[in-house]
């Protein structure tokens, strides 16, 4: 069975203070890995899709790499409005398969 | 671009009843995919729609069920609702064969 977990659960920051969140991984042959971001009350919001180990991504701040076991998201310089809950997910390879399996996620606060 | 919708946004519905929840894809998309997010279980894949056909099943009761029509708008039901059914209800659409997937903002369902 697919799984993701996410580390650490919470994460406060100062204003500029870089750092990573860091996404565990077991699927049975990987066909994507996504990072979501997740504001109160919203549907998450679509960040980056990794595909093989050693691809990186990068937007604005957010950088996503990956390797065979974990994926990490690097913030540098955080802002207040990257406030937020970033959740990783996996998708198993397989004709027609849809499905993404979760991680709880990892709430980030920034601090002015 | 118009984005997933769903609707209602809010719902408080009683034990014992049901309830239905709609989802318009993306205009071109047509693989809906439907989720149960909880506080303690985070997000929990509930199943997926392909030209009108469910091909993707998650782990939950019978008492959850779906549909898609021709226009690749989908609903799901709920029948015999629990106090633990209280949740947000996610639905996200993709395009077939393009990984990525773009998630509505939800219903917040609440069982009293």
């Known amino acids: 069975e697919d799984q993701v977990t996410q580390s650490p659960e919470a994460l406060r920051l100062q204003e500029g203070e870089s750092s990573s969140l860091n996404c565990s991984y077991t699927?049975?042959?990987?066909?994507?890995l996504f990072w979501y971001r997740q504001d109160p009350g919203k549907g998450p919001e679509f960040l980056f899709t990794?595909?093989?180990a050693g691809e990186e991504k990068e937007k604005e701040r957010l950088k996503a790499t990956l390797t065979k076991k974990e994926s990490f998201l690097h913030i540098t310089a955080p802002k207040p409005e990257d406030s937020a809950t970033y959740l990783c997910a996996v998708q198993a390879r397989g004709f027609g398969n849809e499905k993404l399996t979760f991680g709880t996620g990892t709430r980030l606060t920034i601090i002015p | 671009k118009a984005g997933v919708t769903q609707t209602p946004r809010y719902l408080i519905k009683t034990r014992g009843q049901q309830v239905t929840l709609s989802c318009s894809p993306i205009s071109g998309h047509r693989s809906v995919s439907w989720y149960q997010q909880t506080p303690g279980q985070g997000l929990q894949f509930l199943f997926e729609y392909f030209s009108e056909t469910q091909r993707n099943k998650g782990n939950f009761p019978g008492r959850f069920s779906g549909r898609q029509f021709s226009n690749s708008r989908s609903e799901m039901n709920v029948s015999t609702l629990e106090l633990g059914d209280s949740a947000l209800y996610l639905c996200?659409?993709?395009?077939?064969?393009?990984?990525?997937?773009?998630f509505g903002s939800g219903t917040r369902l609440t069982v009293v």
């Open positions: 996200a659409s993709s395009m077939q064969g393009v990984a990525g997937y773009t």
């Open positions: 990794l595909y093989s």
């Open positions: 699927v049975s042959g990987l066909r994507g």
